[in-house]
């Protein structure tokens, strides 16, 4: 099913591929520099595109790696004379894939590759530190070497996405109900999972605590709705409900709302009458 509607964020196609124990969030690759790079790759350029489907390489040894497999396949496709440069392009990346066009360049490839050299952005991950959520989602958002981005291209739910596969790989802590709330209530407010709850009904919003009391609701509605063999093979967490908040306004919304009117549990709190 299409990244940009399936529910189950674990089981969508980049995700699964990205995933694998080869992968730059296996158990040996994470904590290293190539890791992350391979990582910051993905998240910043790879994702959702026909490369990383077709092709599937999901780790880099670094940059010069990374750039004699891309230079070794756009020839291929440049000898092909099927695409033009700009249909060429998006075959590595995207603009579109996280469901609208975002700023994303496979000339920021070098950039990253320096950001890993930086222990500041780094120490966490390479150190076993074992971080908050809220604190690697500042870092892969608002990072800096020298003054100007390490990370290019990565909006809010880019950092957003990115730290929560550090968090499913084991190496940040799962993130509480209080900074989903926080996060929703800034950063992503204009995101997916606001239009969710917007849409499911929660529109009484004054605070990030608001917002975090509706996300728990929606939680704990969802873990008690879904059978938990069910909930084990999608690796059900908390971001799994912020990705079906996403997907409300992409399939059923009727659905939802009749599992929302048949819960007794839910309270009347912060829905409409």
Not at 141 to 154: C, E, I, Y
Not at 170 to 180: D, F, L, R, S
Request: proline share 4%.
């Amino acid at each position: 099913m299409d990244n940009k509607k399936i529910p189950w964020h674990d089981l969508a196609t980049s995700r699964r591929l990205i995933l694998a124990d080869d992968g730059p969030f296996g158990s040996s690759h994470l904590r290293i520099k190539e890791g992350l790079f391979s990582a910051l790759l993905y998240r910043g350029i790879t994702h959702n595109s026909q490369f990383l489907h077709t092709e599937q390489h999901i780790f880099f040894d670094g940059l010069d790696d990374w750039e004699m497999i891309y230079a070794t396949s756009k020839d291929v496709l440049e000898d092909s004379n099927d695409m033009d440069q700009k249909e060429i392009e998006k075959y590595f990346c995207d603009g579109c894939a996280y469901g609208v066009w975002t700023r994303r360049r496979v000339n920021y490839a070098p950039t990253y590759a320096a950001a890993t050299e930086a222990p500041d952005l780094t120490s966490w991950l390479l150190n076993a530190e074992f971080p908050t959520f809220m604190e690697v989602y500042k870092l892969f958002h608002k990072g800096k070497v020298n003054g100007t981005s390490a990370f290019p291209g990565f909006g809010p739910l880019q950092a957003y996405l990115l730290a929560s596969d550090y968090v499913i790989a084991g190496a940040v802590k799962m993130p509480t109900y209080e900074e989903m709330g926080e996060l929703l209530w800034s950063d992503l407010k204009q995101k997916g999972a606001m239009s969710g709850l917007w849409a499911l009904g929660y529109d009484d919003f004054e605070s990030a605590e608001d917002v975090a009391a509706a996300f728990e609701e929606m939680d704990k509605m969802l873990t008690e709705a879904i059978p938990e063999n069910l909930r084990h093979r999608m690796n059900y967490n908390v971001f799994t409900t912020e990705h079906i908040l996403c997907k409300v306004q992409r399939l059923n919304i009727a659905q939802f709302k009749k599992m929302l009117k048949a819960h007794a549990k839910l309270s009347p709190v912060h829905r409409k009458s």
